[in-house]
Nanobody
Framework: QVQLVASGGGLVQPGGSLRLSCAASGRIVSINDMGWYRQAPGKQRELFASITRGGGTNYADSTKGRFAISRDNAKNTVYLQMNSLRPGDTAVYYC??????????????????WGQGTQVTVSS
């Protein structure tokens, strides 16, 4: 019923920048919190940036001051601007949305939806 599609990953040199996007589509009623997670090889997936519908943000200490999360509620899209990238930022990046959608019977259901993941590699 709902799909999240992430884009913008790639290979970048240390100190470089990337901008990720994640667009939600489908029979969406509303989206509450949205967030970005990442999972490095051999490590658990971790939440490092989140944003409320009203624009309030939270960051993990490892990304504070370098990354910026934003959203466009009209487009059901969340963004992540990543600056001063480090090799330690290399991971698969996932977007997440706490949302409500219309089901096939016309009712409203809640869901914790995930994007497909996009690889970010920081290397010289």
């Amino acid at each position: 019923q709902v799909q999240l599609v992430a884009s913008g990953g790639g290979l970048v040199q240390p100190g470089g920048s990337l901008r990720l996007s994640c667009a939600a589509s489908g029979r969406i009623v509303s989206i509450n919190d949205m967030g970005w997670y990442r999972q490095a090889p051999g490590k658990q997936r971790e939440l490092f940036a989140s944003i409320t519908r009203g624009g309030g943000t939270n960051y993990a200490d490892s990304t504070k001051g370098r990354f910026a999360i934003s959203r466009d509620n009209a487009k059901n899209t969340v963004y992540l601007q990543m600056n001063s990238l480090r090799p330690g930022d290399t991971a698969v990046y996932y977007c997440n949305a706490d949302l409500k959608y219309w089901d096939a019977g016309g009712g409203v259901r809640g869901d914790d939806s995930w994007g497909q993941g996009t690889q970010v590699t920081v290397s010289s």
